[in-house]
């Protein structure tokens, strides 16, 4: 009921920026939605990256990224963004577009239970 497609992703050295977009639709789907970002590199455990609640003022990061990634949302298009700069290669993931609930807040939505959708995924690769 709820469909969420990646974009955005690619090759870039270290201290480059790349910005993931994430396109949310279905009959499922409401703007009221927290909206989060997770990670997966190889060989390694899914990670939470950032969430963002539907006002777009709650927000919450993992701690290696909260200075240099930016969690942000457009809600008359359905969209939530994340803004990469001073990428370092341990950043090199795919990177998974999640939404929760409207009752989720941001720090909430760090925990994978509290995730209903996810999104294909977007490879992203940092160079050294």
């Known amino acids: 009921q709820v469909k969420l497609v990646e974009s955005g992703g690619g090759s870039v050295p270290a201290g480059g920026s790349l910005r993931l977009s994430c396109a949310a639709s279905g009959p499922g789907f409401s703007s009221y939605f927290t909206m989060g970002w997770f990670r997966q590199a190889p060989g390694k455990a899914q990670e939470f990256v950032a969430a963002?609640?539907?006002?777009?003022?709650?927000?919450y990061y993992k701690d290696s990224v909260k200075d240099r990634f930016t969690i942000s949302r457009d809600n008359a298009k359905n969209m939530v963004y994340l803004q990469m700069d001073s990428l370092k290669p341990v950043d090199t993931a795919v990177y998974y577009c999640a939404v929760g609930s409207h009752s989720t807040t941001a720090k909430a939505m760090s925990s994978p239970s509290a995730v209903n959708d996810w999104g294909p995924g977007t490879q992203v690769t940092v160079s050294s």
């Open positions: 963002i609640d539907w006002t777009g003022d709650d927000t």
